[in-house]
């Protein structure tokens, strides 16, 4: 191994134990603790908590919502844009296929 090999090691030793975010192409994001990765760029997190991201028709349910609670008599239109969670569960340990993974941040 040269020293790059060497560098490269060391970095990613440094990053085990720690909380990471892992975006994915289907528009997912996983936060758990990174505990390995493999030369395909798998990941394994451990207690993870998966993230989705609130469907099109739900934004839009929120939108028409906020909407028909406006009162004409109020001196503010409702704001432009409209808060609507993620919803998300508990899944554990889990691999995240690397050919799947877009964004990777550590908290």
């Not at 090999?5 to 990053?15: K, M, P, V």
């Not at 936060?31 to 099109?56: H, M, Q, W």
């Not at 934004?59 to 004409?72: F, R």
Request: glycine fraction near 4%.
């Amino acid at each position: 191994m040269d020293t790059d090999d060497n560098q490269a090691i060391q970095y990613l030793e440094g990053l085990l134990g720690r909380a990471f975010r892992v975006h994915t192409t289907d528009s997912r994001m996983f936060v758990g603790i990174f505990k390995c990765t493999d030369a395909e760029r798998n990941i394994i997190l451990s207690s993870t908590y998966e993230y989705r991201f609130p469907s099109p028709s739900a934004v839009q349910a929120a939108a028409s919502a906020s909407q028909e609670t406006w009162d004409e008599e109020t001196v503010k239109p409702p704001s432009s844009s409209v808060k609507v969670h993620m919803t998300s569960r508990l899944i554990g340990l889990v691999v995240i296929p690397g050919r799947h993974i877009t964004k990777i941040e550590v908290e």
